[in-house]
């Protein structure tokens, strides 16, 4: 398993993460203990999770059951040194965590601290709010996206609070690294500006949407990235199963993710559909499976940190560590360029 640096070298992780936000719905906790072992046993040693998980749906009252999957794990086993963990704080939600409230420097502490003890353990590796309170392009909201209403001056003094909590999290050492989700370039430049004048934890990731349907990281972001040494972990490099190619042709399977959640989160567009059969053409001609090739892509970018994946079988899990160490040619990756330039942004 290929290995990454994270936070100027301090941090070492897989370059595939294991995600956890079907835990405690769709798959019991000793289906989240063995896909654990089964990762760890193919060289994975980072685990992402969130106070709100599991998903598919969210529920006020399932709220941290994936985080005591893992702290129930850690318990069972004592491995806590042998993950990485990064967990995440709810931004502004329809009520399912803190009556919809979002979070500042004081919900920061009480929010790492039941994720301490949910997740059984003295420390979160990498700590990260799930969505700017100030609003997000994130989750399709790209489309119809518009700033002129954010206010910099407040936007400014709640990063300052939350920096402030950040800090005394990382001096006592609950927390060892700071780190976004579903933010855009400015918001993490800013993030970055203001830790740095403080003398406050710097961002070290930003964890936002990746795959071959979904590629706005690819610009600003990447630039951001690059320069400034903060990472993508990506989420959803698999379009929430579209591109294993299960979905092509109007085919639902009884209890997968599009049955339980129609549309997909607006990702199940006919465009969406079409670039799903370019990308397998790639996959059939060169003889891969298009799973594997499209986890190795989102792998192979520059500025990716780690590319989480999701599995609700033991025999997924199978399948995507199967091709855990694929490594795309020359000739692929401009089949897949010509792909992504006949079929951009299909939702």
């Known amino acids: 398993m290929r290995m990454n640096?994270?936070?100027?070298?301090?941090?070492?992780?897989?370059?595939?993460?294991?995600?956890?936000?079907?835990?405690?719905?769709?798959?019991?906790?000793?289906?989240?203990?063995?896909?654990?072992?089964?990762?760890?046993?193919?060289?994975?040693?980072?685990?992402?999770?969130?106070?709100?998980?599991?998903?598919?749906?969210?529920?006020?009252?399932?709220?941290?059951?994936?985080?005591?999957?893992?702290?129930?794990?850690?318990?069972?086993?004592?491995?806590?040194?042998?993950?990485?963990?990064?967990?995440?704080?709810?931004?502004?939600?329809?009520?399912?965590?803190?009556?919809?409230?979002?979070?500042?420097?004081?919900?920061?502490?009480?929010?790492?601290?039941?994720?301490?003890?949910?997740?059984?353990?003295?420390?979160?590796?990498?700590?990260?709010?799930?969505?700017?309170?100030?609003?997000?392009?994130?989750?399709?909201?790209?489309?119809?996206?518009?700033?002129?209403?954010?206010?910099?001056?407040?936007?400014?003094?709640?990063?300052?609070?939350?920096?402030?909590?950040?800090a005394d999290l990382v001096r006592e050492g609950k927390v060892r690294h700071f780190a976004l989700s579903n933010e855009s370039a400015w918001g993490t430049a800013e993030w970055l500006r203001i830790a740095r004048e403080m003398g406050a934890p710097e961002v070290i990731s930003v964890q936002n949407e990746y795959s071959f349907l979904f590629r706005l990281a690819d610009t600003d972001l990447a630039e951001l990235c690059m320069n400034e040494g903060v990472r993508v972990l990506s989420y959803s490099p698999l379009a929430a199963g579209l591109l294993t190619g299960k979905y092509q042709n109007n085919v639902v399977p009884k209890g997968s993710r599009l049955d339980r959640t129609p549309g997909l989160g607006g990702r199940a567009t006919p465009r969406a559909f079409d670039a799903v059969a370019a990308y397998h053409d790639v996959a059939r001609k060169h003889g891969l499976d298009p799973v594997h090739m499209a986890l190795a892509f989102a792998v192979s970018r520059p500025f990716m940190g780690s590319t989480i994946f999701g599995a609700s079988s033991k025999e997924q899990l199978t399948r995507i560590l199967d091709g855990k160490d694929l490594t795309l040619s020359d000739e692929v990756l401009d089949d897949i360029d010509r792909a992504h330039r006949a079929h951009p942004m299909p939702f």
């Open 5 to 166: 640096k994270l936070a100027g070298g301090q941090l070492e992780v897989s370059a595939l993460c294991l995600g956890s936000m079907l835990w405690g719905t769709i798959n019991t906790e000793a289906e989240g203990h063995a896909q654990i072992d089964q990762s760890l046993d193919h060289g994975i040693n980072f685990i992402d999770t969130a106070e709100m998980y599991p998903v598919a749906p969210v529920r006020a009252e399932t709220c941290g059951r994936s985080e005591q999957v893992i702290g129930s794990w850690i318990a069972k086993t004592g491995r806590r040194g042998d993950v990485v963990i990064a967990t995440k704080v709810s931004g502004n939600n329809e009520g399912w965590k803190r009556d919809g409230k979002g979070y500042d420097g004081a919900i920061i502490r009480e929010a790492v601290e039941d994720s301490l003890t949910k997740l059984n353990t003295d420390y979160i590796d990498i700590y990260q709010t799930h969505w700017p309170v100030r609003g997000s392009y994130a989750f399709r909201q790209n489309w119809r996206f518009d700033p002129s209403g954010q206010n910099k001056r407040e936007v400014e003094a709640h990063m300052r609070d939350v920096l402030g909590a950040m």
